[in-house]
T-cell receptor, first 113, second 112 residues
Framework: DAGVTQSPTHLIKTRGQQVTLRCSPKSGHDTVSWYQQALGQGPQFIFQYYEEEERQRGNFPDRFSGHQFPNYSSELNVNALLLGDSALYLC????????????FGPGTRLTVT | DQQVKQNSPSLSVQEGRISILNCDYTNSMFDYFLWYKKYPAEGPTFLISISSIKDKNEDGRFTVFLNKSAKHLSLHIVPSQPGDSAVYFCAALPGNTGKLIFGQGTTLQVKP
């Protein structure tokens, strides 16, 4: 049984560009959460998707948006990239009814130059 | 505003001894607390959790203690093994939200 998978593994973008990161949840999981982890810090909650809707959002600007597909996979989009967006982006999935059980993927390392 | 704090960036322990990792929080409305372990190039892996109505939870070598009056929790690893060397994150869950709030992490090194 594959765990949470994320693509790409690494990405380098230029300031002002847009980026899309992808996440496939664990089999049977229906909720996907996204986190940003800056160097030396703990992960920070960006938002959570359930039933193709954004259910909760952390303290991130509207440049950060997302989507969940009918197969529960999810995308994170970041527009107008800033140097400060350089971070590890983690996706976590949860089984039905157990949103506190979050299983993390390996992350996508985004570097903005 | 850092609601969950891990004040020790690093900890070094001899193999076989006890490792104690600490975490403080400010929000008394947190319902659940969790510990995650993270190796380089991997995502955080769930270790152990505790409900706010409990004061101790044990799973094999790992025990988490919760002191609600002090808003403090700790993770004890006994005995420590070199494979336990990783970054440990404390996380808290407010209500039934699924929004994990993480501390900054503590790097544990277990020396053979």
């Amino acid at each position: 049984d594959a765990g949470v998978t994320q693509s790409p593994t690494h990405l380098i973008k230029t300031r002002g560009q847009q980026v899309t990161l992808r996440c496939s949840p664990k089999s049977g999981h229906d909720t996907v959460s996204w986190y940003q982890q800056a160097l030396g810090q703990g992960p920070q909650f960006i938002f959570q998707y359930y039933e193709e809707e954004e259910r909760q959002r952390g303290n991130f600007p509207d440049r950060f948006s997302g989507h969940q597909f009918p197969n529960y996979s999810s995308e994170l989009n970041v527009n107008a990239l800033l140097l400060g967006d350089s971070a590890l982006y983690l996706c976590a999935s949860s089984p039905p009814g157990l949103i506190y059980e979050q299983y993390f993927g390996p992350g996508t390392r985004l570097t903005v130059t | 505003d850092q609601q969950v704090k891990q004040n020790s960036p690093s900890l070094s322990v001899q193999e076989g001894r006890i490792s104690i990792l600490n975490c403080d929080y400010t929000n008394s409305m947190f319902d659940y607390f969790l510990w995650y372990k993270k190796y380089p190039a991997e995502g955080p892996t769930f270790l152990i959790s505790i409900s706010s109505i409990k004061d101790k939870n044990e799973d094999g070598r790992f025990t988490v203690f919760l002191n609600k009056s002090a808003k403090h929790l700790s993770l004890h690893i006994v005995p420590s093994q070199p494979g336990d060397s990783a970054v440990y994150f404390c996380a808290a869950l407010p209500g039934n939200t699924g929004k994990l709030i993480f501390g900054q992490g503590t790097t544990l090194q277990v020396k053979p």
